[in-house]
């Protein structure tokens, strides 16, 4: 799975782009046999959500609600160097997951993601930084789904209209393993995929270890099995940043000082 990855040099990448673009892809992050064991872990676990729903048909149909629950790669993935290096670099603090979910996308079917929008709303006046980070489990191409990004948009408050957006939004295509590396705020899309496969992904999102996570982490992971994760896993994971539950918590030698 080891790919020799030269984690200062995509630091400058993302130091240069984010602030000013946005959004910027990198090729060749993962390598080929652990993409495709992400993506079949993707498509069994959608197939699994979609059972608990009871159809395929719904909006959100393709999108994991929080892809950890399922372990395995998912929670391999969390082990890459390149994941915790470069979000805490980029955030200057040790990032833990707003979430991570995935956005496949069906063959001949769109998601809700198809509609213009920024991931989230809480970076209050721009003033800390978050990352997204989108691997990509195929090759996006223009027919099968790529996103559309707005560069320099999560610069400004407003949203754009659909005519600036369709005007002039870029489409990012890219190779499976690459990561497309984005600020939460620019407002971007996904499109349809007009393909007869599916077009997949996985994205994580992250926050300071200060802020709330988008799920109770600890409860909605109960029933997976954490035994193999490393404190590093367990850190992003956010499961070693809950506040002390009480006063001989918070005293006690066998934690740390909050
Ligand atoms: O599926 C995609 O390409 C985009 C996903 C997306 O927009 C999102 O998760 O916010």
């Not at 200062?8 to 892809?25: A, C």
Request: proline share 5%; with cysteine; hydrophobic share 35%.
């Amino acid at each position: 799975m080891a790919k020799t990855i030269n984690i200062k040099e995509i630091s400058s990448t993302i130091e240069r782009e984010l602030p000013t673009n946005g959004v910027v892809r990198v090729s060749g992050l993962v390598n080929d046999e652990f993409v495709e064991r992400l993506r079949q872990q993707c498509l069994s676990s959608i197939e699994i959500e979609s059972q608990k729903m009871g159809t395929a048909d719904y909006d959100g149909f393709g999108r994991l609600l929080f892809a950890p629950v399922y372990g395995g790669a998912f929670l391999e993935l969390l082990e890459l160097d390149f994941i915790a290096d470069l979000a805490k670099t980029y955030m200057g603090s040790e990032p833990i997951l707003y979430t991570m979910t995935t956005s496949c996308v069906a063959p001949n079917q769109s998601n809700y993601t198809a509609k213009i929008h920024r991931d989230n709303n809480i970076r209050p006046a721009g003033c800390v930084r978050l990352l997204v980070m989108q691997i990509l489990l195929d090759d996006f191409n223009e027919e099968n789904g790529s996103p559309m990004f707005l560069k320099g948009s999560h610069r400004k408050e407003t949203e754009p209209s659909n005519k600036r957006f369709d005007a002039e939004a870029q489409m990012i295509t890219g190779k499976k393993g690459d990561v497309i590396f984005f600020d939460p705020w620019i407002w971007h899309r996904s499109t349809k995929n007009q393909s007869n496969q599916w077009r997949s992904c996985v994205l994580l999102g992250f926050v300071h270890p200060w802020m709330k996570q988008r799920f109770d982490v600890k409860p909605m992971l109960e029933a997976t099995d954490l035994s193999g994760c490393s404190d590093k896993v367990l850190g992003v994971l956010g499961l070693k940043n809950t506040p002390p539950k009480s006063w001989s918590e918070f005293y006690s030698n066998n934690k740390p000082i909050y």
